[in-house]
């Protein structure tokens, strides 16, 4: 078992930057891959970005793709999103997830966040 506890998130312009954090607790966050979702009012969750359980690998979303940052401090138990060049279109809750396998299936990942509201406002 894992929990995860986000924070970060908040209002920003568009072209602003916000960073995310995920705190892990329970057992050691490196028997996880960890990663971020997102999920917009009226959409399906959606996967944004994932890291390997030491950090070796990472993989993003083409929405996000050179703009996000995915990074994890395993001493510290924290996940990161660095987000940059904001759009209106990331406007979303993002929830850090926690699964023993990777995967951008929602439904693969088992653990899961209270979630943090991010706003770009255009």
């Known amino acids: 078992q894992v929990q995860l506890v986000e924070s970060g998130g908040g209002l920003v312009q568009a072209g602003g930057s916000l960073r995310l954090s995920c705190a892990a607790s329970?057992?050691?966050?490196?028997?996880?891959?960890l990663g971020w979702f997102r999920q917009a009012p009226g959409k399906e969750r959606e996967f944004v970005s994932s890291?390997?359980?030491?950090?070796?690998?990472?993989s993003y979303a083409d929405s996000v793709k050179g703009r996000f940052t995915i990074f994890r401090d395993n001493a510290k138990n924290t996940v990161y999103l660095q987000m940059n060049s904001l759009k209106p279109e990331d406007t979303a809750v993002y929830y850090c997830?926690?699964?023993?396998?990777?995967?951008?299936?929602?439904?693969?990942?088992?653990?899961w966040g209270q979630g943090t509201q991010v706003t770009v406002s255009s």
């Open positions: 329970g057992r050691t966050s490196s028997n996880y891959v």
């Open positions: 890291t390997s359980k030491f950090g070796s690998s990472t």
């Open positions: 997830a926690a699964s023993s396998i990777i995967s951008t299936d929602a439904a693969r990942w088992g653990f």
